[in-house]
């Protein structure tokens, strides 16, 4: 079975007459963005799951982006029939182990580079007020030599 065409609406909300709506559809997850929507829309039909993504964007500014906000976040629902699987599925991608061979992270150095890289600009900066005016600043405020 394909997957749902969404248009970008959700299911239905429950009848007030107690008789449940939504035709079926459950919230199966929330994906933080449309990349990872469609990603698992993907894998679900691999296994023959409908799916239907709710694009709409309840935030304040999303009038501001008339074609969508790629970087909102999209309701992701499936039948109630599939929810099991869906379910399933989800946690087989998410908890799949590390590969034995696969290379470690490497270690967060960036944050080195950036202090090492402040430190060097403020010591320039020093620098330059040593030799244009014949003192030291502070924190890089060269005044005025006179």
Known sequence: ??????????PR???GDG?????????LTTARNHLVAHLIRGRLAEESIEVLLDLSNPALGAWLKPFGDPLAPVRIFVRRSDLDRATLVLHEVDHRPPEADAPLPPAAKGAWWVLAASVAVVALLELAGLLTCGRFSVLGIIPACR
Do not use: K, S, T, Y
Request: charged share 25%; hydrophobic share 25%.
């Open 19 to 27: 008789g449940g709506g939504g035709h079926g559809w459950r919230l």
């Open 13 to 15: 909300e429950a009848d």
């Open 1 to 10: 079975m394909p997957a749902a065409d969404d248009g970008g609406r959700p």
